[in-house]
């Protein structure tokens, strides 16, 4: 069974270094007039917020269940972390491929490209750190999967935006690097303003493929199925279960609710009958802490 993430933790590596790099890049874009710059700059200043966002909706989501939302407010990450995706494609990519398509017209020649080369060197070994904390909690929950698998399958929504951001955003730097290497070699700042754009493209391919995952857990998906998978395993340990006819999870940010209807094996009587399934419940929610919710329908077919 895979393991426990601590998803806050890489959401706050993120922070960290996507501040760190924003305010490096500012002085950058500044300082050089580099386009490319410029567009990693808005990057990762709107990387803060989107940070900021996925901490707001992963304390939302810890809000306690009431009459109105009685299985609580999981969800709200998810909803949390579609928005994040939202502004990565605008904020992030659209802005970076007008910048591009705009000083495409107008070239501007840059100045001390080297000290863009060193702010992008900087960031890029900040960006390394943070996608290394990113893989070390993935690491925890992917058990034996590739990471496109992972990514494909993941529960965990800001963990999910916090990877595609760190791929994104590496990527970019080492885009706007490349590509301002070329154009300090021609002498064509045209070079700079095509990195730009570049990174635009890349931007919004990361941005639409978390809209795809993310909206899926909008609309509502089971607990990763690995968890599943453990958790019909775990049935079939208990000498109290005789056959499982069907187990259907939700996965509410967070928490997770179960539904299983099983064949139980005689117990002699009703209490009989109860305690057992009592028992096989209990013993569900300790292997499984994230299993918020349980109903256990005992039935002798489907």
């Not at 690491?139 to 800001?158: P, V």
């Not at 795809?212 to 909008?218: D, F, Q, T, V, W």
């Not at 096989?280 to 109903?295: A, D, G, K, M, T």
Request: glycine fraction near 10%.
């Amino acid at each position: 069974m895979s393991g426990k993430a601590d998803s806050l933790k890489s959401v706050l590596y993120a922070l960290g270094a996507n501040l760190a790099i924003a305010l490096a890049k500012s002085g950058g874009a500044a300082y050089t007039g580099s386009s490319a710059m410029l567009a990693e700059a808005i990057h990762s200043f709107a990387d803060c917020g989107n940070q900021g966002l996925l901490l707001w909706g992963m304390r939302r989501a810890r809000k306690a269940p009431n009459a109105e939302h009685p299985l609580g407010y999981g969800k709200a990450i998810y909803f949390w972390s579609f928005i994040v995706a939202l502004m990565l494609f605008s904020m992030g990519g659209l802005f970076s491929i007008y910048e591009g398509v705009h000083k495409l017209g107008q070239p501007e020649p840059m100045k001390d490209a080297w000290v863009a080369l060193a702010i992008l060197g900087f960031g890029i070994v900040a960006e390394s750190v943070s996608l290394w904390g990113a893989l070390r909690e993935i690491d925890k929950e992917r058990g034996g999967r590739g990471y496109w698998a992972w990514f494909r399958s993941s529960r965990t929504s800001e963990l999910v935006v916090i990877f595609g951001e760190d791929i994104a955003a590496l990527g970019g730097l080492v885009l706007a690097f490349g590509f301002i290497v070329v154009a300090l070699l021609t002498g064509n700042p045209m070079w700079d303003a095509l990195g730009s754009v570049a990174i635009g493209a890349l931007l919004v391919l990361v941005a639409v493929a978390l809209g795809i995952e993310i909206s899926a857990l909008l609309v509502g998906q089971s607990a990763d199925p690995l968890v599943e998978q453990a958790m019909h395993e775990h049935l079939a340990t208990h000498a109290e279960v005789h056959r499982v006819f069907n187990l259907i999870t939700l996965q509410l940010g967070p928490d997770v609710m179960v539904a299983i209807k099983a064949a139980m094996a005689p117990q002699g009587s009703e209490r009989g009958l109860i305690d057992a399934t009592n028992r096989v419940e209990r013993s569900l929610r300790e292997s499984f802490p994230q299993v918020r919710w349980c109903f256990f329908e005992p039935d002798h077919s489907d």
